[in-house]
């Protein structure tokens, strides 16, 4: 009758969870830097609207990072290694915690460029509206269907 064995810890072929967590985390930290750089090209930091959806997206995907961060320094046997990768997640914290002034900076000039936008298409439908009630021509037939039509922009 043929046994059945378990690997050794230290066997080959058999990974600790330790090594697992950091292949993991390394995949995780490479494949979120990966995807950062693709979607910075090409880099359009004049843009508004370019940096409020590139910071949505590196939003939406540092939960990744994080992932990657946390696996890697569980893995880290190495005291030197653990401080100096501790250090440099506290740099990258501190840089998001920073970034969030750009944002909503960035939010607050939007949301201006926005109101302002608005405002003028709200005159501009006003003085189109006074013009055409204040000079109807004779073959021209408005009605109040035309006024409800979106302007042309």
Do not use: H
């Not at 046994?3 to 330790?18: F, L, M, R």
């Not at 998001?96 to 608005?118: H, K, P, Y």
């Amino acid at each position: 009758m043929a046994s059945i064995s378990t690997p050794t810890p230290n066997g080959a072929g058999s990974y600790s969870a330790k090594v697992i967590c950091q292949i993991v985390g390394f995949a995780c930290l490479a494949g979120f830097v990966i995807d950062m750089v693709v979607l910075a090209l090409p880099p359009n930091l004049a843009s508004l609207e370019w940096r409020a959806g590139f910071t949505q997206q590196l939003a939406d995907r540092s939960i990744i990072m994080l992932l990657g961060a946390a696996l890697t320094i569980f893995s880290l046997d190495s005291r030197r290694l653990l401080k100096r990768f501790s250090t440099l997640s506290l740099v990258i914290g501190v840089i998001f915690l920073l970034s969030t002034l750009l944002v909503i900076r960035d939010s607050l000039t939007l949301q201006q460029q926005a109101i302002s936008n608005i405002s003028n298409q709200a005159s501009q439908i006003q003085t189109r509206i006074q013009d055409a009630q204040n000079k109807p021509s004779a073959d021209a037939k408005v009605t109040p269907s035309n006024f409800n039509k979106r302007p042309n922009s």
